[in-house]
């Protein structure tokens, strides 16, 4: 399955690499069974979620890490990648004030991303 803190690493900095903002990583251990950790992050754009989606698909397989399923890829509004216990949700902005994850899931654990992404 691999190390976990480096796949948050990988995937956060494939987000950084293509512009995404307002990355965030929420620790969801014992508050559900979807996944332990989502990954949060936004573009300006459909264009800019697609390639941030892309990067972030290509980043993780080049280490070894596969997609089990990807939701919302044709509109990229709101592009889900789900690697196991990770799942990434890639937001257009707007569409990320709307749904306002962070929000729903309060009870989650924000993590600091190391500033060097």
């Known amino acids: 399955m691999g190390n976990i803190d480096e796949r ?26 979807i996944a ?12 800019q979620v697609g390639a941030i989606t892309d990067e972030v698909e290509q980043k993780m397989a080049e280490a070894g890490f596969h997609l089990r399923n990807k939701e919302g890829h044709k509109g990229s509004r709101w592009v889900l990648l789900d690697f196991g216990d ?22 989650g654990e924000e993590l600091i991303l190391d500033g060097n992404l």
């Open 86 to 107: 990770i799942v990434v949700h890639i937001f257009h902005k707007d569409d990320r004030e709307f749904y306002n994850l962070e929000k729903l899931w309060a009870d």
């Open 8 to 33: 948050i690493s990988i995937i956060a900095k494939a987000c950084s690499d293509k512009m995404g903002f307002d990355i965030k990583v929420l620790n969801l251990k014992g508050l559900t069974i």
């Open 36 to 47: 332990d950790y989502f990954i949060i992050a936004s573009g300006n754009s459909t264009t």
